[in-house]
């Protein structure tokens, strides 16, 4: 699957994102520390959500179900690139890059998935409260949370393999510090127009898509809050969506900028320092953004502290 008949390269190697070997140790300490706190934080949101039956409820278990992606989401890249701080040549063998790619974008698109079905779910609080519970029953999230698994999995398969099945012939360097699609197109030795143009419109599409749902989703949340006569309720309304919106801006102004935009020539510092924004930052804010602004979630914790 991932090794095309006229691959020559048995493997790649990974720039890091620092040519100056004296800030190796410095940017090591500040990645394993974000990457360990990502860890605590996420496995934190799993461990109270499924400890606490007031936690029981289709919003939360979406929320660990994110935060079960955001881990493995950052383990796909952050431990390779931890490797290349240590190493004079952080190699990567051909396989290994691209089960990187796979699993990258694969959580990455279910982390998008889930966080449009949130979008969903908001919208069905605000604006249909009273039948709520029969339009997101149990048997509904559960539905909704395995297909967000099924269709982030299945997303990025074709790029993949259309790209896998490249021949690489050229040099070996990644000018980056994981396996992305622009990067290894870059590093083939035939510009195959079918590829990259399936594989952008692919990513393209589906991003677009999940985006105009939340949009939609919203723009009926708006109208809803709008309309309730009561100042109060309205801040209490939009509170339960502030969090949410939050994070849409964050994950899908990065994911937009780096993957819809017009091809040529960009500045690959900006790409990679963009690129640890989606990579290890995102998921290390996200389960702050969603416990630090939710009571119950605070209510949860200070529970669990006091026994």
């Known amino acids: 699957m991932f090794k095309g008949n006229n691959t020559e ?3 790649f190697i990974l720039h890091t994102l620092s040519i100056n070997g004296g800030a190796h140790g410095v940017l090591f300490t500040l990645f394993l520390l974000i990457y360990t706190l990502t860890l605590v934080g996420n ?6 959500v499924w400890s606490n039956t007031s936690l029981h409820k289709p919003m939360y278990i979406f929320l660990s179900n994110l935060s079960f992606v955001e881990i493995w989401y950052t383990t796909s890249t952050v431990p390779k690139i931890l490797s290349g701080f240590l190493s004079q040549k952080n190699y990567i063998s051909f396989t290994e890059c ?29 604006c249909h409260p009273l039948h709520y519970h029969v ?12 297909s967000c698994w099924i269709n982030g999995f299945l997303w990025s398969l074709v790029p993949v393999i259309l790209i896998s099945q490249l021949p690489f012939c050229r040099r070996n360097e990644i ?6 699609t622009g990067p290894l197109l870059e590093l083939s030795c ?8 399936t594989s952008s419109v692919i990513t393209s599409v589906g991003l677009l898509i999940n985006f105009s749902l939340i949009c939609i989703s919203y723009i009926f949340i708006i109208q809803t809050i709008i309309r309730i006569p009561s100042s109060s309720g309205r801040r209490k309304a939009f509170s339960t969506c502030a969090s949410h919106l939050t994070v849409v801006i964050m994950f899908f102004g990065v994911a937009m900028y780096m993957y819809i935009r017009p091809s040529g020539k960009h500045f690959l510092l900006e790409d990679k320092l963009v690129a640890v924004l989606y990579t290890t930052v995102t998921p290390l804010l996200n389960p702050v953004i969603y416990s630090l602004r939710n009571k119950e979630f605070i209510y949860a914790v200070k529970k669990v502290l006091k026994h």
């Open 9 to 11: 390269v048995k493997e």
């Open 43 to 48: 496995i934190t949101i799993i461990m109270l």
């Open 98 to 126: 691209f089960l990187q790619y796979y699993f990258f974008f694969s959580f990455g698109a279910t982390e998008c998935c889930f966080i449009t079905i949130m979008g969903y779910d908001r919208y069905l609080a605000i």
């Open 135 to 146: 339009l997101m029953s149990s048997r509904v999230c559960f539905c909704l949370a395995a």
């Open 175 to 180: 000018d980056h510090f994981l396996c992305d």
């Open 190 to 197: 035939l510009r195959d127009f079918v590829t990259e143009v």
